[in-house]
């Protein structure tokens, strides 16, 4: 094992966080030919819907759903010209969103979705959600919605934070031809506990596929579509699909599960088994224990597991450490600081402006739009304005002005913001 005596590392970008931005900026950073590192914790991709999000509701006290997120992102722009994704043009956004779906269409996750609007789709408690980008397995679902077509929800008995009945009392009345229906799987009961990524698996076996088609089969009577919970298989989920299709003979769907879930998994799978081969410095896992920056401008980190085990030198660093779950961010009695550098976050004046009385508030909570202040390349800046670090970036959830929750934003600000951090970084030529 190396030790953070050991010869450093030397690259141009240092990668920190390992969540949605991380991982794209890494990509990017790749695809430009830049020597990178990359160090941070992959288990917080666990809790992704797998669905990327690019703008599907309003910024700010109107609440408005949208349908078109590049006309949405035109009146934000107007409206809220502060908030990250309106320091990137609509051709970056395109783009970075297409890179990023390409590179799991080549790990076996495709996506899909319309070129200029949000699909809908049914959530796992029976809501309609807006999203920019489908994966493949789930687009059925989308078509299924839009035809209120008969159709088969499908839940399996032990498995939970999914219920089949549930979905179908809150849509049933919009959806007349809905029904539901709760099957049991003789294979996985020969496994224990049902736990959802013990069937994904199984189910990348043609003989557990068959034995789930045997259980659905009963109940397709007048039925032209079949709905799952996301579990068909880990490295080829639209293989699966496309089998128990062929098996049913009919389109087959997946509906997003609650979190920590499968699709989480894929992608938390295909950016570690990927990643590395496209020649990012991996260490997943690690953090980083130690940063400071020399006189001639580069940074030296210190990363692992529990304690300093490597030692990064770098040219350039970009932060993609996530909020107050990933811990970019830290709450505080005094106030919100930022983890690793002490650098300025803009927040609320005091921890009494944080929240509003009402937790569901309609206007949100300010404590949702602190984060790092940043210029238009991304690069940090304090309360003058001033840039901390000409060599320092920034990306993602930690970025301030935005509540991408709220906005169901949260792939497209991390993708998008990750897309011009790297772009300003190599045009500089820092």
Not at 176 to 202: F, M, Q, T, V
């Amino acid at each position: 094992m190396e030790t953070a005596k050991a010869r450093p590392i030397e690259c141009r970008l240092m990668v920190i966080g390992a969540g949605m931005a991380g991982m794209a900026a890494a990509l990017f950073a790749a695809r430009r030919g830049i020597s990178t590192v990359q160090a941070g914790l992959t288990g917080e991709t666990l809790y992704a819907s797998g669905l990327f999000d690019l703008y599907g509701v309003s910024h700010g006290n109107t609440r408005e759903l949208i349908d078109d997120p590049w006309q949405g992102l035109k009146q934000l722009e107007q409206n809220h010209p502060e908030h990250p994704l309106c320091r990137v043009s609509t051709h970056q956004i395109r783009s970075a969103i297409d890179l990023v779906t390409d590179f799991l269409g080549d790990a076996g996750h495709p996506y899909t979705g319309y070129p200029n609007k949000n699909a809908r789709l049914i959530t796992p408690v029976g809501t309609i959600k807006r999203t920019f980008r489908v994966p493949e397995t789930m687009w059925a679902g989308v078509q299924a919605l839009e035809e209120k077509a008969p159709c088969l929800i499908v839940d399996i008995q032990g498995l939970r934070g999914f219920s089949a009945m549930q979905i179908l009392s809150t849509l049933k009345p919009s959806w007349p031809d809905l029904k539901s229906a709760s099957i049991d799987l003789p294979w996985e009961n020969r496994l224990g506990p049902k736990y959802a990524e013990h069937i994904a698996r199984g189910l990348e076996v043609e003989a557990a596929r068959r034995e789930l088609a045997d259980a659905i089969r009963p109940h397709l009577e007048q039925v032209k579509y079949v709905g799952l919970p996301a579990i068909l298989g880990i490295h080829d989920s639209e293989g699966v699909r496309r089998d128990l299709k062929q098996m049913l003979g009919r389109p087959v769907f997946e509906i997003p599960t609650m979190p920590p879930a499968i699709s989480g998994i894929r992608l938390k799978e295909a950016f570690e088994n990927h990643l590395p081969p496209r020649g990012v410095q991996s260490f997943y896992h690690h953090t980083v224990h130690t940063i400071h920056r020399r006189a001639n401008g580069r940074f030296v980190l210190e990363l692992g597991r529990t304690e300093p085990e490597t030692t990064v030198e770098a040219d350039n660093v970009l932060l993609a450490t996530g909020r107050f779950l990933g811990k970019g961010l830290v709450a505080e009695r005094q106030g919100i600081r930022e983890a690793l550098m002490n650098l300025p976050v803009c927040q609320p004046e005091n921890r009494s402006c944080w929240h509003r009385q009402q937790f569901l508030d309609p206007k949100g909570h300010a404590i949702n739009l602190a984060g790092l202040e940043v210029d238009d390349r991304f690069r940090p800046i304090d309360p003058d304005g001033k840039v901390v670090y000409e060599n320092l970036f920034a990306a993602g959830s930690i970025l301030a002005h935005q509540d991408w929750i709220r906005t169901k934003s949260g792939t497209g600000i991390a993708v998008a913001t990750a897309f011009g951090a790297i772009e300003a970084m190599a045009g500089s030529g820092c």
